[in-house]
């Protein structure tokens, strides 16, 4: 199936979604594709609030801006790994029994899931600006990441996955 279809499938069966990640087999090419995926993405949605910034205060140019953040969002790429694996040990301890690239399968996946209510809160972010729609949109998106992550790291870790 296509990123597209697992993106909206995503939010309505995430479950699903994994147990078709899961049958592909592993292959760190396609979890590391996702999360490529995720961050330009989310590099995308960062347009909008960086030309208001740019906007505010003029002497920090736009394309400054731009290079920053975007090298800032691939120094994020070991910390995702380190988040799926501190989640992979503490599934662990409470009896999972999935391998470490099926919890990353899981975050890397329920990331690029959520990034169209990325997209949305940048939107929010660069047009309205700080203020309760923000802070709205920002728990929609933390609470759809939580709630596809916690859906696909549940399928990540039981014993009949596949």
Do not use: N
Not at 25 to 38: K, T
């Amino acid at each position: 199936m296509s990123v597209t279809t697992d993106i909206v499938q995503g939010w309505l069966h995430p479950k699903a979604v994994m147990r078709r990640h899961i049958q592909r087999g592993v292959s760190e090419p396609f979890a590391f594709s996702l999360l490529v995926a995720f961050l330009v993405l989310a590099f995308v949605s960062l347009w909008p609030l960086l030309s208001r910034q740019s906007l505010q205060q003029p002497e920090v140019p736009m394309v400054q801006r731009l290079v920053a953040a975007g090298l800032a969002l691939l120094a994020s790429v070991p910390f995702w790994y380190l988040v799926a694996a501190l989640s992979r040990w503490v599934t662990k301890l409470f009896g999972g029994q999935g391998i470490h690239y099926r919890a990353r399968l899981a975050l890397f996946a329920s990331l690029l899931c959520v990034s169209p209510a990325v997209l949305l809160q940048g939107l929010v972010a660069g047009m309205i600006g700080a203020g309760a729609q923000l802070t709205l949109v920002q728990a929609v998106v933390g609470a759809g990441f939580l709630w596809m992550w916690i859906s696909m790291l549940w399928v990540a870790e039981t014993s009949d996955a596949v």
